[in-house]
């Protein structure tokens, strides 16, 4: 697909951040207090982690599925992060969409950037940490990663952190009732900048 469709009276809301900052946890709680959006669910090519639901928390595609769907142009943006890729599928927005609804993306910054050169009007929120010593902590507290792994992504972090000036909005994920908050009250274009 070579345009995106009509937004109408819906927005499109791009949630990013680095790596291990909550932007799941936040997405969750928000979509659950806000029966009015539609939360994207993501195409990955990275192995399910213990209770995640193909389909649920992402569609787990292999490399070639993945690769099928980039050629027919499938993905609204796409983006290898960490060694592995992720994108949004075109199917998990277009409808609610093209309904006036509004649609919620959890995604990494290259792909929040690719959201930003398809749709002008797509609103953009970095979610931060308090400080790097709370990313670390949120890291080793999944107990997904050893300590190499963690340096990895801390180093991809930084990096990370230096693009939150390319957002329209910054919200700091210390504590999850408020940044739930500032991110509806953005989504609702009541929030002060």
Not at 132 to 141: C, E, I, P, Q, S
Request: glycine letters at 10%; hydrophobic letters at 40%; proline letters at 6%.
């Amino acid at each position: 697909m070579d345009a995106p469709p009509q937004t109408g009276r819906g927005r499109l809301l791009v949630v990013s951040g680095p790596g291990g900052v909550g932007k799941g946890t936040v997405v969750a709680e928000l979509a659950a207090r806000r029966p009015d959006i539609t939360v994207s669910v993501s195409a990955t090519t990275r192995p399910p982690r213990p209770g995640e639901v193909d389909g649920v928390h992402y569609h787990f595609l292999d490399d070639a599925a993945f690769d099928a769907l980039v050629a027919e142009g499938g993905f609204l943006e796409w983006a290898q992060f960490n060694s592995r890729r992720y994108g949004t599928p075109w199917a998990s927005v277009r409808g609610p969409l093209t309904a006036g609804g509004s649609v919620v993306l959890e995604i990494e910054i290259r792909g929040a950037r690719q959201v930003r050169e398809r749709f002008a009007d797509a609103v953009l929120v970095f979610l931060e940490p308090p400080d790097l010593d709370a990313l670390v902590a949120r890291m080793r507290g999944r107990g997904a990663d050893d300590d190499h792994a963690i340096a990895r992504r801390m180093a991809i972090a930084r990096w990370e952190m230096d693009q939150a000036a390319g957002f329209d909005h910054r919200v700091v994920n210390r504590d999850l009732s408020e940044a739930v908050e500032a991110i509806g009250r953005i989504l609702d274009g009541t929030a002060r900048t």
